[in-house]
């Protein structure tokens, strides 16, 4: 063997022992945080009705209800535009087939706290389970005793239709140990900070992404390249500097801006189909928390 073949033989092998050591970080990270989930939730009891509010200020419904096709309540089908390709939401009914209807609150908490499911393979993080990993132990288990209660449905939808090499599920591994802190924590006795960062997941839009799809840490800082490629603006502190509290609180409820335009493309939907239908106080608190120091760049 010469040199050359010696030097990238030496390379080769120490990329694979480099991505295996990070990809076992992230194995026994992610671990950690699910098995004490699984702990601390054994001995909760699930309310449906405040699991449904859940999943408002989580955006389940609106993204697995394909409103625009007249689909049933959490049927899936959504179609998700990305630069990889177009997701279809899955449908999460009661189904048991079709559905959800047959899963274990373990098989719950893997998927939203780790993106695992039940088969062990990994989720793609068009599920937002990048931001849903930080929530509330009572909230995930009221969401899936509300999650039982919805009509089953026993259609599934579309296949993804994404371009290779994306479209082997195993490359998520990789990505995964790349992009995912499943140990990340938020504030939970920061009503805003748990909702913008954990189950309101509003930076999986407000912050910018790397090329592939990473979210940066510049957190709220905007997205050139949004949902279906549009622009999505900048909310910290600073950007949000001409807006008082009241006035985000009035357009997380009806999406009119302090200059009386309305919120149109995506945010639209956030507001009609979440935040619109949140408490006076829970809006009053995402307020609080974007004109807050915390979100200063
Ligand atoms: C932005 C859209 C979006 C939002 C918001 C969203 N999901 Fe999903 N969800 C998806 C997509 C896309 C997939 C498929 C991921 C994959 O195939 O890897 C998925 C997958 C799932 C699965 C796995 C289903 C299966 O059959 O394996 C469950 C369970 C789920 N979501 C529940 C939820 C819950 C609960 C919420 C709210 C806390 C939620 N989702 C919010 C898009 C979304
Ligand atoms: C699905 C993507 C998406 C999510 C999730 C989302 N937004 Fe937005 N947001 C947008 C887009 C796109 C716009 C620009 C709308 C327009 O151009 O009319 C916007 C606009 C805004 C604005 C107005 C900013 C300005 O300068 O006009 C605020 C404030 C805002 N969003 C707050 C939030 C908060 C708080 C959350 C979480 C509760 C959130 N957004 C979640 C996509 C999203």
Redesign the pocket.
Known sequence: MNTIARAACVLTITAVAVIALCVSALNARTNARRIALQQNTQHLKGDASRGEYVATMA?CIACHTDYENDGLPLAGGVALETPFGTFYSPNITSDTTAGIGSWTETDFINALSAGIAPDGSHYYPAFPYTSYSVMDEQDIIDLKAWLVTVDPVASSAPNHNIAWPVSIRTTLVFWKALFFNATREVDTNHRGDY??NGP???S???SPRNVLGGLSTRVLSGNKR??EG?S??A?TKA??ADWTTED?TL??EVGI?PSGDF?????AD?IEYS?GLLTAGDRAA?ADY?LSEETTP
């Open positions: 955006g909702l913008v309101a997941h509003c999986e839009c407000h949004g949902p549009h999505v603006p909310i950007d949000l985000i357009f997380l801006t919120s149109g493309g995506h945010m956030v935040t995402i974007l």
